[in-house]
């Protein structure tokens, strides 16, 4: 596609001045940039803060019409250190902008929600030291699972993502048991499917991936609810042998009918990319498998599976925030502060 190029006296002008960290964080930086954000600027800001790093190709996709007009105001929301940035190497070609919540960011969050800026638990130098993280991949990945869904149901699919927490709340939640990378809830057809990822990047072997499901067993025990895990692979080869690892560990369990299983590997997406679609392959210890299932699809596989409610669910968060709803607002209102 031919697109109109930057101006040359673009390409030439300085660097645009960012104030530093301390002043963005100041009350009457925060004041002046009141009138400046639009309710979307907002929600990106909860969703970096939530999920500690974005693209910029999963930003776009998930709030944007189109990748110009998301980098056009990712830059302005930069210069204004609600966001930061960074751009990791790739051996070829060049990666997309990385973003992270930034000083101005953090303080109107705190801000909004009456709490003191400290009460976040937000450092500049923790937020965009993920750049040199060894998790970073991981942590991209596992967000790209979720941004497709959303992007998917902007383009006018079927269902919808109501519910997605990050690898942290989940800790806080759940972790003197599990840790999962997400939790999620998805919205089609009048039914809602929750679940936990396990996101995979084969760097455990098999058995060792397998031997976090006694783990769900317990809490499936604990809580009284049973709560789909999902694993996504990135090809289908890991995928047949850590499917091989789940059957075995599942067989051994007193319950496994407590702990429903399904995995999917990138290898095996359509077209659309759409993890919603027909991906799905559930697990079972002593039965047949049927084929991929669409994501909504999974409850009929799974009868022991309570349906939860439609809609989000809240998580209580003392002095920290909400969940934000993987639903971005509407691009055109701004809020007063």
Known sequence: MITNPIPQRALRAHRPPRPTPRAAATGEYIARLASRLTARDRWIARMLHEHKVLTSTQLAAMAWPSQRSANMRLRELFTWRVV????????SGSAPMHYVLDAAG???????DGLDPRDLGYRHERAIGIAHSLRLAHT?????????????ARRGGSGQLTTWWSEARCARHFGDIVRPDA??????????????????LATERPDRVAAKLPAYAKLATTTGI???????????????AVRRALTAALAELDQPARVPVATASTDHLTTDGNPAG???LPVYAHRPTPGRLRLAGLLAAWPQVTPVGSGGVAAPSPGGLLPPSPTPPPASVRTSG
Do not use: K
């Not at 953090?106 to 909004?112: G, R, S, V």
């Open 183 to 200: 939790y999620a809830r998805w919205q089609e057809a009048g039914s809602t499917v929750e679940w936990f990822l396990e996101y995979d």
């Open 278 to 280: 027909e991906h799905w």
């Open 106 to 112: 953090a303080a109107i969050l705190a801000h909004e």
């Open 140 to 152: 991209v990945g596992t967000n790209e699972v979720f941004t497709t869904l959303i992007a998917g």
């Open 226 to 240: 049973t709560t789909p895990l999902l694993l996504w692979l990135p090809t289908a080869r890991r995928e047949a």
């Open 84 to 91: 930061d940035r960074f751009q990791p190497y790739a051996p």
